[in-house]
């Protein structure tokens, strides 16, 4: 286990970094216009988020001790069509939770 002093001091550096990470956008450059390559390059932040998040539990989930899963790449499967052909995310991961809860009944 780590002691308290490491402890505080891991948290105390971590909240300096995120502080100095927002900072660095909203503080310095508040007032200036971002460089359209930059703008562009944001934009995709999130769309990037949301995949990195999910992948590791579709990949290698820690119910089947780390074995893919046909319930959950047919449910990301799924997902990623629908997502596709309405353009919606919300309606996309319904159809991935209900795929996901839906295919144990049938297999």
């Known amino acids: 286990m780590i002691d308290r002093s490491q402890f505080w001091i891991v948290v105390v550096v971590l909240g300096l970094a995120t502080y100095a990470i927002r900072f660095s956008f909203l503080g310095l450059l508040g007032n200036r216009a971002l460089p359209g390559w930059l703008q562009r390059s944001l934009r995709y932040t999130a769309v ?3 995949p990195a998040l999910v992948a590791p ?20 499967a799924v997902t990623v069509m629908v997502g ?11 159809a991935g939770v209900v795929t996901l809860l839906g295919v144990p009944f049938l297999l």
Request: proline share 9%; charged share 10%; net charge neutral.
């Open 57 to 76: 539990a579709v990949l290698w989930p820690p119910v089947t001790g780390g074995e893919p899963d046909a319930a959950r790449l047919l449910a990301a």
């Open 48 to 50: 990037a988020v949301l």
């Open 84 to 94: 596709l052909a309405t353009r919606q995310m919300i309606i996309a991961a319904v």
